[in-house]
């Protein structure tokens, strides 16, 4: 699979900052970016993101786990 400088750079490091996975952010879609993305995939359910379906399902879930990071209590900051 083939994809742009820029979506392999957001693609790695969303894998990486969003969903844990261990992979390296370069812009090069390489045999380690298909496995942390195979992982994802799996992970959320979803196919191949060469679709656009796909690629938007992905968006989504990316949004929705940094919202839910953003809101984590641990995050909570203390008036003290």
Do not use: C, M
């Amino acid at each position: 699979q083939r994809y742009s400088k820029s979506r392999t750079l957001f693609l790695q490091a969303s894998l990486r900052h969003l969903f844990d996975i261990s992979v390296g952010v370069d812009g090069v879609y390489g045999p380690e970016t298909q496995r942390a993305e195979r992982i994802a995939r799996a992970d959320l359910g979803i196919g191949g993101l060469s679709t656009r379906a796909n690629w938007l399902a992905y968006l989504d879930a990316s949004i929705d786990e940094a919202k839910r990071r953003l809101t984590a209590p641990a995050l909570a900051v203390s008036d003290a």
